[in-house]
């Protein structure tokens, strides 16, 4: 079992920045491909950002340039820096584990998540 919990949400103005962070317990955290993923109200949940084990990033094309995924395997913690922010970009994060990169419809282990809400 692996255990996920995000911090570092909340409320922010357009262009400003924020960063979460997400605490994992449990199993090797360093084997995993992390993730974050986002819900907006009336959406569906999108992948944001990926780096798996070794260090290889993906990210959404609407955040790309803004936001960077990083990861400390010595903390078990998982990043991400979300600056430029838009009013967009409001929607509960989700930070996710995965032992398959991310590559199925099922993901192995999920957060519970926290709001980023960004102000016009």
């Known amino acids: 079992q692996v255990q996920l919990v995000e911090s570092g949400g909340g409320l922010v103005q357009a262009g400003g920045s924020l960063r979460l962070s997400c605490a994992a317990s449990?199993?090797?955290?360093?084997?995993?491909?992390m993730g974050w993923f986002r819900q907006a109200p009336g959406k569906e949940r999108e992948l944001v950002a990926t780096i798996s084990w070794n260090g290889s990033l993906n990210y959404a094309d609407s955040v790309k340039g803004r936001f960077t995924i990083s990861r400390d395997n010595a903390k078990n913690t998982l990043y991400l820096q979300m600056s430029s922010l838009k009013p967009e970009d409001t929607a509960v994060y989700y930070c996710?584990?995965?032992?398959?990169?991310?590559?199925?419809?099922?993901?192995?282990?999920w957060g519970k998540g926290t709001l980023v809400n960004v102000s016009s």
């Open positions: 449990g199993r090797t955290f360093s084997v995993y491909t």
């Open positions: 996710a584990a995965d032992s398959r990169g991310f590559g199925r419809t099922t993901v192995d282990y």
